[in-house]
């Protein structure tokens, strides 16, 4: 798809290009390289970011990734920045899946994070003191992030569904002053009554003080008289976040991020890559478990209006959030890239069926989409819809590479690197790869919103082993990647997750897109086997209900493998399982599976959406005999 010219000449970002002379993206991106601060101070200035103080300049030992030092001596405060809007447009909208919906102003929004900012202080919540909230998407959760961030405060969260372990894998490391909890969700038709879970959380860590329900926050929101928040100025580097690894190898790192970081970053992203406009309506399905969240409340720092949907996207029925589109008439919509695989799969035809009358950009994240979900979403939702395939992560708070509205959109790539990111695809040696060639995914120059370090990592020890130990200088993101012909990129699965049968590496994604193509499979996972002085390649397949793995099927996959990627890629072993494991952000625990099949615990199996898949993977027969 190639964008319409008009519309592209209309966006933030062919507007911000010629205010800085360029008229080609290349060029633009080139710039924001190598003149990164000049790049990162001409997007404030035209975001308009509002602080107390400036700072003199922008990017200080610039040279130095780890020493860099952004905007020093600027106050700002993140919750001012998403505030600054006070009338009576939509700010929040709130839905379960029960079909229970909740607005929120933006006026209204001001008041409620007023009235529990002012309940945060008087219960003694000062800059720096950690808020951690276990809690579903809605509003209430919304509000208390920005109440906190007020204040200073930094804010922690997950979601209800996480067990007692997980919650304490994470808040336990944090020490936060308030816990914030809900005491039941909906999820799939079912009630899950959480409060007995939060109760022992709040038992077991000493450093939380009170612990205060969903139900106490609307009575605050509601009972309190403060209209008007106090904004304490924050540095440019003070923690904003700290979010969490996905915690399937051990103890999750919990990764800070900065008040001015995480908003300058996000506000490019919105403005400059999503073209998010005032007049937009954003949706992301996430959890607050997922950085995805953290950008998605963002989006009302551009003086949008964001939906949040807590509960399945399918329930109670399988258009459930194509209906949303229509109902909150959503402009942005982003979803995983598994969830439009899965409606590929269940023959859902929106433009058939819905209206999609404001709809014009799809995102997609969480795994690599392949090119037969472009074709899917050209063919069954719009045909001129911008579709944005985007990579980043927990890590970054952010992406890497990602959408754009100038660009023409390549199936089963993402579009362009993001502006002031000096993305490579590095080999084993640390050199450059040329289009075409696989190889590690790394970031060779700082960007604000690196992570300002872990968490109780004083030395910054652990910080630098997981970025900066593999090369000198330059951040390893851990992606398996490769750059295509025309600038775009292509992510073939995580760089500890490769398969390396006979020295050849190999990305997991590559053998996803062949298999799940195949009708009768739903979705797999694949991992690498020590077979004899070397590995081989082991798929797990789950089938539609009924379906049998018979000879026939096998060979199918193996010949679709064989064609369509080589027959290096093709599995020594295809087996039969009835699910596969996932974070709680929906990524494939291949990892998990490679230590079961192995004999090892795997690291953590308590942070896994459905821990109890991995069961089916213990002591399989067939892995100790020969290819079927």
């Known amino acids: 798809m190639t964008p319409n010219a008009e519309t592209a000449e209309r966006s933030n970002l062919a507007r911000f290009m010629r205010l800085q002379g360029f008229d080609d993206y290349d060029a633009l991106h080139a710039w924001s390289i190598e003149h990164r601060g000049a790049f990162w101070r001409a997007l404030w200035e035209f975001c308009d970011v509002v602080s107390t103080t400036e700072a003199s300049q922008a990017l200080q030992n610039g040279d130095d990734f780890l020493d860099s030092r952004w905007f020093q001596g600027a106050k700002l405060n993140f919750a001012e920045n998403l505030l600054r809007r006070r009338d009576d447009r939509t700010a929040v909208v709130g839905l379960l899946e029960n079909g229970e919906r909740?607005?929120?102003?933006?006026?209204?929004?001001?008041?409620?994070?007023?009235?529990?900012?002012?309940?945060?202080?008087?219960?003694?919540?000062?800059?720096?003191?950690?808020?951690?909230?276990?809690?579903?998407?809605?509003?209430?959760?919304?509000?208390?992030?920005?109440?906190?961030?007020?204040?200073?405060?930094?804010?922690?969260?997950?979601s209800p569904d996480f067990g007692v372990e997980g919650a304490l894998d994470r808040f336990g490391q944090t020490r936060p002053k308030l816990l914030i909890a809900c005491d039941k969700y909906l999820y799939g038709g079912k009630t899950f009554d959480v409060s007995a879970k939060a109760e022992e959380v709040r038992q077991r860590i000493d450093s939380i003080e009170a612990l205060l329900w969903t139900q106490d926050i609307q009575?605050?929101?509601?009972?309190?008289?403060?209209?008007?928040?106090?904004?304490?100025?924050?540095?440019?580097?003070?923690?904003?976040?700290?979010?969490?690894?996905?915690?399937?190898?051990?103890?999750?790192?919990?990764?800070?991020?900065?008040?001015?970081?995480?908003?300058?970053?996000?506000?490019?992203?919105?403005?400059?890559?999503?073209?998010?406009?005032?007049?937009?309506?954003?949706?992301?399905?996430?959890?607050?478990?997922w950085m995805m969240w953290n950008w998605l409340v963002s989006g009302l720092a551009s003086g949008s209006a964001i939906v949040l949907y807590d509960g399945s996207p399918f329930h109670p029925r399988r258009s459930e959030l194509i209906d949303l589109i229509d109902a909150e008439e959503v402009s942005i919509f982003g979803v995983s890239a598994k969830y439009l695989s899965a409606l590929q799969k269940f023959g859902v035809k929106p433009r058939e069926s819905h209206r999609l009358t404001r709809l014009r950009s799809i995102l997609s994240t969480g795994s690599p989409l392949a090119p037969e979900s472009f074709h899917y979403v050209y063919r069954h939702f719009k045909e001129d819809v911008a579709l944005a395939s985007i990579s980043g992560g927990t890590d970054i708070v952010s992406c890497f590479a990602l959408g754009n509205p100038l660009l023409p959109v390549y199936p089963g790539e993402l579009q362009s690197k993001g502006l002031g990111m000096a993305v490579e695809v590095f080999d084993e040696d640390g050199k450059p790869l040329p289009p075409g060639e696989k190889g590690e995914l790394v970031c060779t120059r700082s960007f604000p919103s690196r992570p300002t370090g872990f968490w109780d990592d004083p030395d910054?020890?652990?910080?630098?082993?997981?970025?900066?130990?593999?090369?000198?200088?330059?951040?390893?993101?851990?992606?398996?990647?490769?750059?295509?012909?025309?600038?775009?990129?292509?992510?073939?699965?995580?760089?500890?997750?490769?398969?390396?049968?006979?020295?050849?590496?190999?990305?997991?994604?590559?053998?996803?897109?062949?298999?799940?193509?195949?009708?009768?499979?739903?979705?797999?996972?694949?991992?690498?086997?020590?077979?004899?002085?070397?590995?081989?390649?082991?798929?797990?397949?789950?089938?539609?209900?009924?379906?049998?793995?018979?000879?026939?099927l096998r060979a199918e996959i193996r010949d679709r493998i064989r064609r369509n990627a080589s027959p290096r890629h093709v599995p020594a072993l295809v087996l039969q399982v009835n699910d596969v494991p996932r974070t709680m952000s929906g990524k494939i625990a291949e990892l998990a599976v490679r230590d079961i099949i192995h004999g090892r615990e795997p690291g953590n199996a308590t942070v896994l959406a459905n821990p109890e898949a991995l069961d089916q993977f213990k002591d399989i027969p067939s892995l100790g005999q020969q290819p079927r």
């Open 219 to 289: 009575r605050i929101a509601a009972e309190r008289r403060e209209d008007t928040v106090s904004f304490e100025p924050r540095g440019f580097d003070d923690p904003l976040y700290v979010l969490y690894s996905s915690g399937t190898t051990g103890k999750p790192k919990c990764i800070v991020h900065g008040v001015g970081g995480t908003l300058l970053q996000h506000l490019k992203e919105h403005r400059l890559h999503t073209d998010l406009k005032p007049d937009d309506t954003l949706f992301y399905f996430t959890t607050c478990g």
């Open 460 to 552: 910054g020890a652990k910080f630098r082993a997981a970025y900066f130990e593999r090369f000198d200088n330059v951040w390893a993101h851990g992606d398996f990647a490769e750059f295509t012909d025309h600038g775009g990129m292509i992510i073939h699965g995580r760089s500890d997750a490769v398969l390396n049968p006979g020295g050849v590496r190999i990305g997991t994604a590559e053998i996803y897109r062949q298999v799940e193509s195949i009708d009768a499979v739903v979705e797999s996972v694949c991992v690498a086997q020590s077979w004899r002085d070397d590995v081989r390649i082991v798929l797990f397949v789950v089938l539609r209900e009924g379906l049998p793995l018979d000879q026939t």
């Open 102 to 158: 909740q607005t929120l102003t933006y006026a209204e929004l001001h008041r409620w994070v007023a009235r529990v900012a002012t309940e945060f202080r008087e219960r003694g919540v000062v800059p720096g003191d950690r808020i951690a909230g276990w809690l579903p998407n809605i509003p209430e959760t919304v509000v208390c992030t920005l109440a906190g961030a007020s204040i200073g405060a930094v804010w922690t969260s997950c």
